[in-house]
């Protein structure tokens, strides 16, 4: 038996493996992994857009509260983050005539998530709870899901749509969240398509 080998059949050691994995999935969880889809209508020229608008008939408090003539602290941020990433994209804000507006929408789920390797024989599920206690092979956690929308004023359709989720902290969506999350979404605008510009 080498030393590798008797080093990880005690308990001890197993627990200390088993709780390095644990500290590096929880310091992974600010820093989730943005899961990112988005669609677009090809015919569209995305070249062609230089400015951009609020959508007139944008929905206040993204947070689903009594909120009336005023805005949450949500739909703050993802209206900063926004206005950030498109500045970045090269777009100017304007308030009347824009090429496109912008909408959005965001929600906090309660979901949950299977361990696949749950039965295999390499899980180390003993490792952190020890004395004949298991993991659940399902894990809770809270999602939060940003949708983006980039409408042609001028034919007021849809022309991109972004759709982003990532791990959240709690029930609402932070700040670094949400830029994480809308940081995420944008990258992938304008589409990266061939379409248009054969037309």
């Known amino acids: 038996m080498n030393v590798i080998t008797r080093f990880l059949a005690r308990p001890v050691a197993m627990a200390a493996v088993g709780l390095s994995l644990l500290l590096g999935v929880t310091s992974c969880a600010s820093?989730?992994?943005?899961?990112?889809?988005?669609?677009?209508?090809?015919?569209?020229?995305?070249?062609?857009?230089?400015?951009?608008?609020?959508?007139?008939?944008?929905?206040?408090?993204?947070?689903?509260?009594?909120?009336?003539?005023?805005?949450?602290?949500?739909?703050?941020?993802?209206?900063?983050?926004?206005?950030?990433?498109?500045?970045?994209?090269?777009?100017?804000?304007?308030?009347?005539?824009?090429?496109?507006?912008?909408?959005?929408?965001?929600?906090?789920?309660?979901?949950?998530?299977?361990?696949?390797?749950?039965?295999?024989?390499?899980?180390?599920?003993?490792?952190?709870?020890?004395?004949?206690?298991t993991m659940s092979p399902v894990t809770d956690y809270k999602a939060g899901s940003v949708i983006i929308d980039i409408i042609d004023a001028k034919r007021k359709e849809l022309a991109w749509r972004g759709y982003g989720q990532a791990q959240v902290d709690q029930q609402t969506i932070s700040e670094p969240e949400v830029f994480h999350i809308v940081g995420g979404i944008l990258s992938t605008y304008p589409p990266q398509d061939n379409t248009a510009d054969r037309r």
């Open 31 to 133: 820093s989730a992994r943005v899961g990112v889809t988005s669609d677009f209508d090809h015919s569209v020229n995305f070249r062609n857009y230089k400015t951009w608008a609020w959508y007139p008939q944008q929905p206040t408090d993204t947070e689903g509260g009594p909120a009336k003539g005023y805005d949450s602290f949500l739909d703050k941020r993802l209206r900063t983050a926004v206005e950030s990433e498109m500045v970045k994209k090269g777009l100017t804000r304007v308030e009347k005539n824009p090429d496109v507006y912008v909408a959005y929408n965001a929600k906090v789920e309660d979901k949950q998530r299977i361990d696949p390797y749950y039965n295999s024989p390499f899980a180390y599920r003993y490792a952190y709870y020890g004395m004949g206690r």
